[in-house]
């Protein structure tokens, strides 16, 4: 069966600091990935996503970038973190069509201080 | 043209109570309408989808409403119980697409 790994949990990171979130799918091959934001009590923000190898698609110009340099791998990055990136940033996953819908990770909750 | 509008924002009902959460579209292009449920601090989760060549879809508690004519469609929770205070978001796409669309979530509280 296929599951999605979603790490670190949390994170709490000073302004302008890096930052690299990872995620990663097992059991398909050839995934879209998504990289989306939930501000606190707020919808969800799609960042990034990405139909294959070393394809990001932008869809919010902002402090962050994405790459995915495995099949199943998908990078959330970041050169200097500022406070509104702070956040609860949840990796999505869904084979060659979204016939069935995302499943998503458990989510990395980022607190920017 | 591409927006799924989704109300109400929050919403609170007596446990025993029907909980109703609404969206509506505007691209009749879209042939596959999911709902996720969201636990605080876990990941959306899927909960249950419809097509539009049926206007209802059952599974438990939970039960999807479509009305193509109107492009709306929306979410049933007969019985509400504690356990179903999450925030729920509806979602829209349609064949060939390679994302979803969300609604801006509702956030339902049940009251023991």
């Known amino acids: 069966s296929q599951t999605i790994h979603q790490w670190p949990a949390t994170l709490v990171q000073p302004v302008g600091s890096p930052l690299s979130l990872e995620c990663t799918v097992e059991g398909t091959s050839n995934p879209n990935l998504y990289w989306y934001r939930q501000a606190a009590g707020r919808g969800l923000q799609l960042l990034f996503y990405?139909?294959?190898?070393?394809?990001i698609s932008s869809e919010v110009p902002q402090n962050l970038s994405a790459s995915r340099p495995q099949d199943r791998q998908f990078i959330l990055s970041s050169k200097k973190l500022l406070l509104s990136d702070s956040g609860f940033y949840l990796c999505?996953?869904?084979?060659?069509?979204?016939?069935?819908?995302?499943?998503f990770g458990s989510g990395t909750r980022l607190t920017v201080v | 043209q591409q927006q799924v509008k989704q109300s109400p924002q929050s919403l609170i009902v007596q446990k025993g109570g029907i909980s109703i959460i609404n969206c509506a579209y505007e691209?009749?292009?879209?042939?596959?309408f999911p709902w996720y449920q969201q636990f605080p601090g876990k990941g959306p989760a899927l909960l249950i989808a419809?097509?539009?060549?049926?206007s209802e879809k059952k599974e438990g508690r939970f039960t999807i409403s479509f009305n193509k004519s109107a492009k709306q469609f929306s979410l049933h929770i007969m019985d509400s119980q504690p356990g179903d205070s999450a925030t729920y978001f509806c979602a829209a796409t349609f064949q060939g697409a390679q994302k979803l669309v969300f609604g801006q979530g509702t956030r339902l509280t049940i009251n023991p």
């Open positions: 999505a996953w869904c084979g060659f069509t979204l016939a069935y819908g995302y499943t």
């Open positions: 691209n009749t292009a879209f042939d596959y």
């Open positions: 419809i097509r539009p060549d049926v």
């Open positions: 990405s139909v294959g190898i070393g394809q």
